[in-house]
């Protein structure tokens, strides 16, 4: 490909239509040329609203803080506390809008008044499914009548020959972006990560075990279909707004999940799901203590995406773990931890506060659910997934309580040589020196020698 003058003539050549575009937020290359310039760029979209915001922002705050965070692309998803608010917000959006001569169409409530006034090009009737109130919004289903969200899972006729190929793309139909279905999801990776084990090319039948199992999991997978989970997680007149974060382990997966806990102004606590995250263990063995402590660390990002999203003040954030261990490793400097230990704490102690960290009870982790993994007909059963454990619902006199006890060894801590080339005056003092510092660690030790070597002679304790 060469650059060619405009008047240039070849009928060898062909004329690729492009364009270019500026990116300032990019750290590499501000500008990249863009092939196909008939087609619509998403980001020019996006960039338009932000510069709107930017510009006119002053005119209608409450709008322009709509624009900078809850478009993507040419769809807004947001909302407000009372009716009032939500329709002075619509009315601000909707002028703003109109000055850079754009018209917001397909509008959408979980309240039928907030829709008054409006025509029926503006709303969204015609982009219901069917005849019930359920639509899409970002490929989450979303009933607008009971404000819930849920879930429609169709799934075909098992056929007789499964493979590799097939599973993957029938567990990438399920669409979950939320994490709400973590406990199942997680064991159909579990399933598939024995299949890559297990060397079978993507398009050879699966052994007769795996077969088994992936047709009784599919089988209930419409089950899936009467999930709902409520889209609101604040109660009307918040007072206090808490975020508790739970994780946990086993040996084939570990995950977190974070649950949104508000106390209004009457006394009334409530609690909701708001995210989950799943990882399968990895192929190599890990310890259980190291994989609660990727847990813990994957609960650690897990909430610093959700306080970064959420416009609320949040009261405080509490991290929930039924490891013991890993409190521990939490509470030493990590210098003294090895390299796989030492690096994920480091970063805990980085992004959190350890006071806030506190032991769980097994029974009470909800996150326990995540490292087993579910089917859909267990995941229907009354647990404490959506709600977490019922304590959260009583004041934090309730709550469990645990007290950090000195362990005599932590594990995963390195071990500490001393090497000395001194004159056989000194040794007897750096003997002395570094038993007095094991002592505080060691209840028992032995006989302390003072048989002088050979001088210049490397000494180990």
């Not at 994780?247 to 977190?256: F, N, R």
Request: charged content about 20%; hydrophobic content about 35%; aromatic content about 8%.
């Amino acid at each position: 490909m060469t650059k060619v003058n405009d008047n240039h003539s070849d009928d060898n050549g062909y004329y690729l239509p492009h364009h270019g575009v500026t990116k300032a937020s990019s750290q590499t290359t501000k500008l990249r040329v863009v092939f196909d310039g008939s087609a619509p760029t998403p980001y020019l979209a996006i960039r338009c609203l932000k510069q709107l915001a930017e510009d006119e922002g002053h005119r209608f705050p409450r709008a322009a803080q709509v624009l900078q965070r809850d478009f993507y692309v040419d769809d807004a998803l947001t909302g407000a506390e009372t009716k009032d608010e939500a329709l002075t917000l619509r009315t601000e959006l909707t002028n703003l809008l109109q000055l850079a001569g754009l018209n917001i169409r397909k509008w959408a409530s979980n309240d039928n008044d907030l829709l008054h006034g409006l025509s029926l090009e503006e709303t969204n009737h015609q982009h219901f499914l069917g005849d019930s109130q359920t639509l899409k919004t970002l490929g989450v289903l979303w009933n607008s009548s009971d404000d819930s969200i849920l879930y429609s899972v169709e799934v075909k006729p098992t056929p007789s020959r499964v493979t590799k190929r097939i599973i993957s793309s029938e567990i990438a139909k399920i669409y979950d972006p939320l994490g709400l279905l973590a406990p199942v999801i997680v064991r159909a990776k579990m399933l598939l990560q024995r299949i890559w084990s297990s060397k079978i090319d993507w398009d050879e039948s699966l052994p007769i075990e795996l077969h088994t199992e992936w047709e009784r999991y599919y089988a209930q997978l419409p089950l899936l279909n009467n999930v709902r989970f409520p889209r609101k997680a604040i109660i009307e007149s918040a007072m206090e707004i808490e975020l508790h974060g739970f994780c946990d382990a086993s040996e084939k997966a570990y995950g977190a999940c974070i649950y949104l806990r508000t106390l209004n102004t009457n006394g009334r606590v409530w609690t909701q799901l708001l995210t989950a995250k799943s990882k399968v263990a990895p192929l190599k063995c890990q310890t259980i203590p190291r994989l609660e402590l990727s847990g813990a660390l994957l609960l650690t990002s897990l909430m610093s995406t959700i306080q970064q999203a959420l416009s609320h003040k949040i009261t405080r954030t509490i991290y929930w773990t039924d490891s013991t261990i890993v409190l521990h490793w939490l509470n030493t400097s990590p210098h003294t931890l090895k390299t796989f230990v030492a690096n994920r704490v480091s970063e805990i102690q980085t992004k959190t506060s350890i006071r806030d960290w506190r032991h769980v009870p097994t029974d009470d982790n909800p996150a326990d659910l995540i490292s087993r993994g579910q089917t859909p007909e267990e995941f229907l059963r009354p647990t404490i997934w959506q709600h977490g454990p019922a304590w959260l619902y009583q004041s934090e006199g309730y709550w469990p309580t645990w007290a950090l006890t000195p362990q005599i060894e932590v594990p995963e801590q390195k071990g500490a040589i001393c090497l000395s080339t001194n004159p056989p005056r000194l040794l007897f003092v750096a003997k002395v020196f570094i038993l007095a510092q094991v002592d505080t660690n060691h209840s028992s030790l032995p006989p302390l020698e003072t048989e002088k070597e050979p001088s210049g002679t490397p000494n180990r304790y």
